[in-house]
């Protein structure tokens, strides 16, 4: 019992070489931490966050600059929309121009074709004309000639007829 | 007759139950016996421990990489629990930096040795002396004088800590002394016995549940083997249960180190 008091009173009672350990093992260990292992650590934090920051920054500049970019596109995009509309816009008058120019021409040539068709329809009318003429003045001619039984034909026979008449027609001025 | 009666003395100390007793803590010398560098079962715990800290904990720092390992990943949680979790959280950013490198020595020291009980093959905690509690303890004040002297200087330091304000003067008599005595002995001796009961009791319950388990189901052999299962239950549960002492000690004399460290400083407006 007294063994075990006294035993108890020891624990309590620091040893010397208890002591002297004890403080070299917080030497050690406090220079460990202070001097090598939270100065590593530290450095990495500052590492990480330097390269967090560097990253944050890099996105923004990427941002940016796909801002710029989506801009530049949409100015481009805008430029394309006028560009296209003004060329569609020339190419629909251009259009419309050789549209128009091909009805104009279409109506001129129509116009001409109508007017030589015309014409040559007149010019075949009077041809046709002149030669029902001819004809029926031959018919006529024939026919007279078969009523008078002369040859119409003989210049002589028709100065001779014209005189006739002319002479007839002058006594019947006289007459009147 | 005087054989057999020899033989019954044999059975039945054979039968008697090993139990743990204090002695366990005042472990004979085996090296250097009788210097001042004697080394006992506890402080060669105690060194090795430290040898294995420090080489897991360096080759960690020295491999450490911007992008974590998983364990490079706990140990900084670790680092982040200590600086905000007890540091920050009791002395603020501002005063807490300087104390972050002490607050994380104390604790993860203290963590390592505490756990040192739960280790098989160490089976005692490198922390179980009164004296290690101590020295750490007496760190934690030495840092809690020097930060009372260059904040307040000593005169009103101490006028502070053994006067404080609003309370009548006749009670200074009794309370100065007592103040006084508080500031000396009675926070370090209580950081020191806490930690150092907490790890004697811890091993003390924990091995009277293995030595019962060892003395019901192996020495006895017998019906009793109900209550060899009961104390190998009891003595799992004590297992988990001592880790857990074993970190909340660590983490209960870091954040008191802190707590004690910041009362030195003057009260903040």
Redesign the interface.
């Known amino acids: 019992m007294v063994t075990l008091a006294e035993g108890g009173a020891d624990l309590f009672i620091p040893k010397v070489y208890d002591i002297v350990w004890s403080l070299i093992i917080l030497i050690i260990v406090a220079l460990f931490f202070y001097k090598f292992f939270l100065p590593k650590f530290q450095s990495v934090f500052d590492e990480r966050a330097e390269k967090i920051k560097g990253g944050m920054a890099k996105a923004e500049q990427a941002q940016k600059d796909a801002d710029e970019m989506k801009k530049e596109f949409e100015a481009k995009l805008a430029e394309a929309r006028i560009d296209a509309s003004q060329k569609r816009d020339n190419a629909n008058a251009e259009a419309a121009r050789i549209i128009a120019e091909a009805r104009s021409r279409a109506a001129t040539e129509a116009a001409q074709i109508t007017e030589n068709a015309n014409r040559s329809i007149e010019a075949m009318k009077q041809k046709a004309l002149v030669e029902v003429k001819a004809q029926i003045n031959q018919d006529a001619v024939r026919l007279a000639a078969g009523i008078l039984q002369r040859d119409l034909t003989d210049a002589a026979v028709q100065q001779d007829m014209i005189d006739k008449q002319i002479d007839g027609m002058a006594s019947a001025d006289q007459g009147k | 007759m005087i054989g057999s009666f020899g033989i019954g003395a044999v059975t039945l100390a054979e039968a008697q139950m090993e139990k743990p007793?204090?002695?366990d803590?005042?472990p004979p010398?085996i090296l250097?016996q009788g210097?001042?560098?004697?080394?006992?079962r506890i402080?060669f715990v105690?060194?090795l421990a430290?040898i294995i800290?420090?080489l897991v904990?360096?080759i960690t720092?020295?491999r450490?990489?911007?992008v974590p390992s998983r364990w490079q990943s706990a140990?900084?949680w670790l680092?982040d629990f200590v600086k905000n979790s007890i540091v920050y959280q009791v002395m603020g950013e501002v005063r807490g930096k300087r104390y972050?490198?002490?607050i994380?020595?104390v604790f993860?020291?203290l963590l390592v040795f505490n756990l040192c009980g739960e280790v098989p093959g160490f089976n005692i905690a490198a922390s179980a002396?009164?004296?290690?509690p101590?020295?750490?303890a007496m760190?934690c004040f030495c840092q809690y004088w020097i930060a009372g002297i260059r904040e307040k200087g000593i005169g009103k330091f101490l006028k502070d800590e053994m006067f404080p304000a609003g309370v009548p003067w006749p009670v200074y008599i009794l309370l100065a002394p007592i103040q006084l005595l508080e500031l000396l002995i009675i926070r370090p001796f209580s950081l020191t016995i806490r930690l150092f009961a907490n790890m004697?009791s811890g091993h003390l319950i924990l091995a009277l549940c293995l030595s019962a388990t060892q003395y019901f189901l192996i020495t006895l052999h017998n019906w009793m083997i109900t209550f060899g299962v009961i104390t190998f239950a009891a003595s799992m549960f004590m297992y988990l249960f001592e880790i857990l002492v074993a970190c909340l000690q660590a983490y209960i004399f870091a954040i008191l180190t802190t707590a004690y460290i910041n009362m030195s400083y003057p009260e903040l407006d």
């Open positions: 007793s204090v002695q803590f005042l010398e250097f210097t001042p560098f004697a080394i006992n402080i105690r060194i430290t800290m420090l904990l360096g720092a020295a450490a990489k911007v140990v900084e680092i972050v490198p002490m994380t020595t993860l020291s002396t009164i004296t290690l101590l020295v750490f760190w004697v």
